[in-house]
């Protein structure tokens, strides 16, 4: 069964969105997004509809899923009238702008018979999904250290430019951008929830160059020589105490020659495991009293991981896959499908770890969690 589904908003992502809802057949009936002559024609020559705004998306009865793609300012209060109309919500991260805007929508979701989903997209890996399948399994023993990164490059100079470096002083960037991305990744493959966290910040660039002309993504453009000042971080560095393991990331939107660096190792008593974003269809694995080990994706991954593949070995498969995956995962659930997606309640639990580190920044010390995110 498919379910009528409509993308809020059209940048970067929601184009992703609607690139692998197409490709699993799944039919988007509409878009909500400033129009444009672009955007019009796209929408006239696939049979679409544009809507005037969110609002009369939500409100259509013949809506029945909804994707949120806006900006992170938005996600809160898009994702909290989906619920209460009925409609099933697949929000981007982070869930919202702050713990509390968070917590709102994940309570609002348990009250509600609703599918609520966030895309931590790398869940849709099946070389992560062995990798938590072997740390199930008792492969490695027991964990006991975490270490990871998840590096960019894409601000590297102070002309570069995106609304994201608008947030304001309550809000991150790179730590909720792509450091809870890591946290997802750590918590989904070990099954160990963060206790504590510590954190220190850097702004490279405390004031930046406004673009002269057009803004498009992940290019360096022409700039004014107007600026604007910038409050949230370029780079970060995490201590966080996952209770009988200890964490350390780095998060970087400004280190020259990184493109999607997403890198994890895991440590366990026995053995060692190491997987990178870059290099998806490769899980390296370590030991002290063997040989250490490379796996490559094929039919012989462990039954968990085979159905995020669906292309034979030697076939590569990257981002857009992934995502697919996460897609896909989700959409099954509405008719009663397995769901190792992450929910709004892996959102909140994110944004809780995102707020430690802004408090910890600022105290200069490390700050607990609440029971509810370290709760099994």
Not at 25 to 34: R, S, Y
Not at 107 to 112: F, K, T, Y
Not at 197 to 217: C, D, H, I, M, N
Request: glycine share 6%.
């Amino acid at each position: 069964m498919t379910h009528s589904t409509v993308i809020i908003g059209f940048g970067f992502i929601g184009k992703a969105h609607y690139d692998c809802l197409t490709r699993l057949g799944i039919p988007v009936t509409g878009i909500v997004d400033q129009p444009t002559e672009q955007l019009e024609a796209f929408v006239a020559a696939r049979g679409l509809r544009l809507y005037s705004d969110w609002q009369e998306a939500i409100s259509d009865p013949d809506v029945q899923v909804i994707h949120n793609c806006t900006p992170n300012a938005l996600h809160q209060v898009i994702n909290s009238a989906a619920i209460e109309a009925g409609k099933h919500i697949f929000s981007e991260k982070p869930l919202g702008i702050d713990a509390q805007e968070t917590a709102q929508q994940w309570r609002l979701a348990q009250r509600s018979a609703v599918k609520h989903a966030v895309n931590f997209t790398y869940r849709g890996y099946p070389l992560v999904h062995e990798l938590r399948a072997l740390i199930q399994q008792g492969t490695l023993g027991d964990i006991r250290f975490i270490k990871g990164h998840y590096l960019q490059d894409w601000l590297l100079f102070p002309t570069d430019y995106s609304w994201r470096l608008h947030a304001n002083r309550e809000e991150t960037r790179a730590v909720a951008d792509i450091g809870s991305h890591l946290v997802d990744l750590a918590r989904f493959v070990t099954g160990l929830n963060p206790r504590s966290v510590y954190a220190s910040f850097e702004t490279v660039y405390e004031e930046r160059y406004l673009p002269a002309g057009q803004v498009k993504a992940f290019e360096v453009s022409e700039a004014s020589s107007e600026t604007y000042p910038v409050f949230t971080e370029d780079q970060a560095s995490l201590l966080i105490d996952f209770g009988t393991a200890k964490a350390n990331f780095e998060v970087s939107q400004v280190a020259a020659g990184h493109k999607n660096d997403l890198f994890i190792e895991v440590f366990g008593t026995r053995g060692s495991a190491r997987w990178h974003q870059e290099r998806p269809e490769e899980l390296q694995l370590g030991f002290r009293d063997q040989p250490n080990q490379t796996i490559v994706k094929s039919n012989l991954l462990a039954p968990t991981a085979q159905p995020f593949m669906h292309y034979p070995a030697g076939h590569p498969e990257g981002y857009p896959d992934a995502m697919s995956n996460v897609i896909r995962t989700f959409h099954e659930s509405l008719s009663g499908g397995a769901s190792p997606f992450a929910t709004f309640e892996d959102g909140h639990i994110a944004a809780q770890v995102i707020e430690a580190a802004v408090q910890s920044q600022q105290s200069k010390a490390a700050v607990e969690l609440s029971e509810s995110a370290v709760a099994s």
